[in-house]
């Protein structure tokens, strides 16, 4: 999906713990009786969106948190669920509180592991606000809406729809549209399969206001993605910013990946280069990830499922070095109790971007 800006940061490094989860409804008809799909040849040849093109690296890199976290959630029905979120930070104050969020699942089921429409949104103690709606009016046409409040105004929203072909996903992004100071953004994206390990695509970003030189600005980028069986390798190159961003990531075997990123401004001369694994032991149930990147930090995360119990006990140490005289530590506990009872789950990221857009992806898994 498009965010508003074409090189969004990585995610917010106070939310890393696994948020709350639902199962989606189940099929009408007889108990035991699997509803048949039919088959969706969108997807056979589809190189999924521009937004996901470093997904697979991305997920690897840990999602670090200082102090403590509580997240609490429970399903209500096979349609709506309810979250009670607890943070507690000792170095920033504005982390900690409570959130209440909600879940809805709707009954439109266009294959086993999507579910529409989607309405995600929590809201805080001071009563500011994060809504989402996620629906599929076909199997080639799909949308997100993304707003969030603060002090009862609207601070930002987002519209994007994706379609996807046979063999290409087109994207269209509109965000922050202002009619009264003549402001916005709007966002094109296309990626296209050429062969089966090979897809390229393109990015084309329009800003326009007030606040911005000339009033409007243009910025086009340029990506590509080749796969092995095993790996990999993403990039993105923007002429006129002289930014680029490439990935690699590699699955070493059922328990273990592995992923690079480099990222380079020829603009400011400043190259960002990060290392990341992830260790999976189903013996145990404990997922580790750790990073390591060229600005002296060192970040990791430990998961652990308290089997049968309905918890996951999560640890999470970030250190930054950059001034050895005095370096940065960050510690985290956190502990996530999941009330559920299917065995397929709908699992919700959430990332923050530099205009507080929070967007949310669906995806669906086999629950452990």
Known sequence: MGNVYAAAPPPSTNMALSPPTLPPPQAAG????????????????????????????????????????????K??????????????????????????GTTYIGSKQLSPSEVYPVIIGDVDASGNLNANIIHAFSQRLRSKLVSQFQ???????????????????????VGNLDI??????????????VTSRLALGGELVYQYGP?????????????????GEKWQLTGNYCPTGGAMHACYHHK??????????VETSIASRESVGTIGYQLEIPSTN???KGQLDTNWSVGGTMEKKLMPLPFTFALSGMANFANIQKPQYRFGIGLIKLLLSQPIRAVVTKRNYDQKIVETEMSFQQQV
């Not at 997807?43 to 102090?67: A, M, R, S």
């Not at 606040?211 to 796969?227: D, E, H, M, N, W």
């Open 252 to 261: 070493v075997s059922d328990q273990l990946q592995v992923a690079a990123e």
């Open 30 to 73: 007889s108990p035991g009786e699997v509803a048949q799909q039919p088959p969706s040849n969108a997807d056979d040849n589809n190189p999924g969106t521009y937004e996901d093109l470093h997904k697979k690296c991305k997920e690897l890199f840990p999602q670090n948190f200082e102090g403590g976290k509580l997240i609490i959630s």
């Open 180 to 193: 009264i100071n003549n402001s916005g953004i709007a966002i094109t994206q296309y990626l296209q399969t």
């Open 151 to 173: 002090d009862s105004k609207c601070t930002a929203a987002q519209g994007t729809l994706d379609y996807k072909g046979d063999d290409y996903t087109a994207s269209l992004t």
């Open 286 to 288: 404990v997922t580790f």
């Open 211 to 227: 606040q911005i030189p000339g009033k409007q600005f243009t910025v086009l980028s340029l990506a590509a993605r080749i796969s």
């Open 75 to 100: 399903s209500l029905s096979s349609h709506f669920q309810v979250s009670h979120t607890i943070n507690m930070s000792g170095t920033n104050p504005a982390l900690s509180g409570y959130r209440f």
